[in-house]
């Protein structure tokens, strides 16, 4: 049976929908081989949403990612939640950010394509749990309210996941240059006013060539918005990537 289970989605509510039906009625022996022949797609899963690759499955974010699939399997509902994988991959990502949220060890990665992601999910699949755990509104709220935030200034989340610095070094030079702006109400004001950075000021307060800031200015803007925001999730990413960064400077 081993290599009958993988990711359709396409004819996801049909044959896996029986499945899972037969697994809910208290078949665990099909549901263990339908987790095992799954388990290429929950690494897959989570390497996507954290964006950094998975593949040891003894590693703590496997362990919620399976965890995570398993509730998913227990709490599926064909009628309300649709295709399988697309509620499987929710409430994985869910679980995931809980957990990023409670580890500093993610604190180093800004979750641009986390929030790309969330404000494209389906609005009956985030409310498909009747509790509201897989995504709470205020997290939703906030991650509205920044993507309208960006778009004044031309900005989308996907430029952001695009933009965003690969290196360490790198993310803690812009956040840096972010929160002198940030900071500094008068520059914070003309940043907002007229939709650029105030780079005189900036390059007064900092030693860094205007090329890197012209070349990550999305980066920068976006996090001196959040920084001087109401996000407070999306502010304790950066903090927690600043004192990150004075602990190993």
Wanted: glycine fraction near 4%.
């Amino acid at each position: 049976m081993h290599g009958l289970f993988v990711n359709k989605k396409k004819n996801d509510t049909g044959s896996t929908a029986l499945v899972l039906k037969k697994i809910q009625s208290g078949d665990t022996k099909l549901k263990e081989e339908f987790i095992k022949d799954n388990v290429p797609y929950i690494i897959r899963t989570i390497s996507n949403i954290l964006g950094i690759v998975v593949d040891d499955r003894n590693s703590e974010e496997f362990s919620i990612g399976l965890a995570a699939f398993n509730e998913a399997i227990d709490r599926y509902d064909a009628d309300k939640n649709g295709n399988f994988y697309t509620y499987s991959f929710v409430v994985i990502k869910s679980r995931l950010y809980d957990f990023i949220r409670r580890n500093r060890k993610h604190n180093n990665v800004l979750p641009f394509s986390y929030i790309e992601e969330s404000t494209r999910v389906d609005e009956r699949l985030l409310m498909s749990d009747a509790s509201g755990q897989f995504e709470k509104i205020e997290v939703r709220q906030e991650l509205v309210s920044f993507e309208k935030s960006l778009k004044e200034f031309g900005i989308s989340l996907k430029d952001l996941v695009l933009s965003s610095p690969k290196h360490k070094d790198s993310r803690l030079l812009l956040i840096k240059i972010a929160r002198i702006i940030a900071d500094d109400d008068n520059m914070f004001r003309k940043l907002v006013e007229k939709k650029y950075i105030p780079m005189k000021e900036v390059l007064s307060r900092i030693k860094v060539n205007h090329k890197t800031i012209q070349r990550n200015r999305k980066f920068i803007i976006a996090v001196s918005l959040i920084l001087r925001s109401n996000l407070y999730d999306l502010k304790e990413y950066v903090q927690g990537f600043e004192r990150e960064g004075k602990y190993h400077g």
